[in-house]
C-alpha cells in the first residue's frame, strides 16, 4: 500500500488503472453519511465500494490517505476557454459545465473532454446564450463572436433551441439581463421555456435588472445562473424557492471585497435557501480573477449565506460517492466539515477511476 507523499503528477497520467483502491481516515459519502476508516474502490470509471475499509487487497492501485475522502466538485457556471482545463482539474474540479461560448468551439471541446488523454474536467455546455437583436453579450468584451445568439421571435427561439439541442447542449441559457442591452419578449422566452423542455433540456438564465427574475419565474424558467444582486422581494423569493435553482457565483459580486452587490446577493441567497430552496455552486471561472479549481471564497460565502457544512457539500458536488456513481473524488487533510480552509490541503485529485494528482 502507498502513502500520498510528494506532490506530482500520478505515473501515467490521464490512463485508467483497472482498479483503484483508496482508503482514508474519514469518508464523506454524501449528506449525512460520515464513514470513519473507509475505503473507496473505483473500476470502469465508477464507484463499486464505498464505505467501511475491507480486507480488499487485490486492486491494481491501492492508495492510503491520512485525510479526508470526499466526491470531487462540480462547476455549474464556467467559461472554460477563458481559463486553464488542467489547473481546474488539479484544484480539485473534475466536471464543468459551460454556460456561454461559441457552439463551434465549445461542443468539440465537451466531446474531446470525455477522453481518458483530456487534461482537464468532463465538460458539458449550454453553447451560445439566446438574446434579442443586440442583448447581451452581443457586445460585450469578454465574449467572441457567437457566444450570443440573436434572435427575433417565438419561433425562431424554439428553431435555436432544437439547433442547440440537437448539438448536444446539456442547458439552454437565455439572457435576460436588461441593464445590457433587449432581452427576449414573455412570447419568446415562453417559446424558449417550452421547446426546451419538450427536448428534456434545463434552462438557465442571467436575470439582471428589475423584474426580470420575475419574468424567468413566470415563464418556467428551471435556474438562475447568478445568484442576483437586485434585492427581490419576500414574495419572489418564497415563489423562486418553490420553482427554481440558483447557481451561486458570490464571489464575482466583489472579488474578495464586500461591496454593496454582494451584501444584497448574500441576502437574496439567505432568504432562498431559509425558504427551502435549492443552491448549487458555480463560480462564473473566467469572469475576473476567479480562481481555476476549488474557489475557497465562495465557499466561505456560502456558508455566511446560511448553509451549513453538509449543504455546503452537497451544492459543490456532483453525486454521492455511491456504487455505480462516477468515480470522481478528492482527499483533503483535513476536515472541511470544521474548517473550510482544508479545501486548501488537496492531497489526491481522482477522475473517472484516473489518479490526476498526488500529494
Known amino acids: 500500500m502507498s502513502r500520498l507523499s510528494a506532490p506530482q503528477r500520478a505515473p501515467g497520467y490521464g490512463a485508467a488503472v483497472s482498479r483503484l483502491s483508496i482508503r482514508a481516515s474519514v469518508a464523506w459519502l454524501g449528506p449525512g453519511e460520515v464513514v470513519h476508516d473507509a475505503q473507496v474502490v473505483c473500476a470502469g470509471g465508477v464507484i463499486t465500494y464505498a464505505g467501511p475499509a475491507t480486507s480488499l487487497d487485490d486492486a ?43 457552439a463551434a468551439r465549445i461542443f468539440p471541446l465537451a466531446d474531446l473532454s470525455e477522453l481518458p488523454s483530456f487534461d482537464g474536467p468532463l465538460i458539458r455546455a449550454a453553447g451560445p446564450m439566446l438574446t434579442a437583436k443586440g442583448g447581451y453579450p452581443s457586445r460585450a468584451s469578454w465574449a467572441p463572436e457567437g457566444t450570443a445568439w440573436e434572435v427575433a421571435g417565438p419561433e425562431e427561439m424554439a428553431a435555436a433551441v432544437g439547433d442547440l439541442a440537437s448539438s448536444g447542449a446539456a442547458a439552454i441559457k437565455v439572457s435576460l439581463n436588461a441593464e445590457a442591452g433587449p432581452t427576449p419578449s414573455d412570447a419568446e422566452l415562453m417559446a424558449i421555456v417550452e421547446a426546451a423542455h419538450d427536448a428534456r433540456l434545463p434552462v438557465t438564465t442571467h436575470a439582471q435588472g428589475q423584474g426580470q427574475v420575475e419574468r424567468a419565474l413566470g415563464a418556467g424558467v428551471d435556474e438562475l445562473a447568478h445568484t442576483p444582486w437586485v434585492r427581490l422581494t419576500d414574495a419572489t423569493i418564497r415563489l423562486a424557492a418553490d420553482r427554481l435553482r440558483i447557481v451561486s457565483t458570490l464571489d464575482i459580486t466583489g472579488f474578495g471585497r464586500d461591496t454593496r452587490e454582494q451584501r444584497r446577493a448574500l441576502d437574496n441567497l439567505r432568504r432562498f435557501h431559509a425558504a427551502g430552496g435549492t443552491v448549487i455552486y458555480g463560480t462564473d471561472l473566467g469572469n475576473g480573477p476567479v480562481p481555476p479549481g476549488i474557489h475557497r471564497r465562495e465557499l466561505d460565502l456560502l456558508a455566511e449565506a446560511g ?51 498526488t500529494r
Open 307 to 357: 448553509l451549513d457544512a453538509d449543504e455546503i457539500l452537497a451544492a459543490c458536488t456532483r453525486a454521492p460517492l455511491a456504487v455505480d456513481a462516477p468515480a470522481d473524488l478528492v482527499a483533503l487533510r483535513g476536515d472541511p466539515r470544521t474548517d473550510l480552509a482544508a479545501f486548501e490541503e488537496i492531497a489526491l485529485v481522482v477522475r473517472a477511476g484516473r489518479v490526476i494528482l
Open 60 to 102: 491494481d492501485t491501492d492508495l492510503e490517505v491520512d485525510g479526508f475522502v470526499l466526491p470531487a466538485f462540480a462547476d455549474r457556471h464556467v467559461h472554460i476557454e477563458l481559463a486553464d482545463p488542467g489547473a481546474v482539474l488539479r484544484g480539485g474540479v473534475t466536471a464543468v459545465r459551460d454556460l456561454g461560448w461559441p
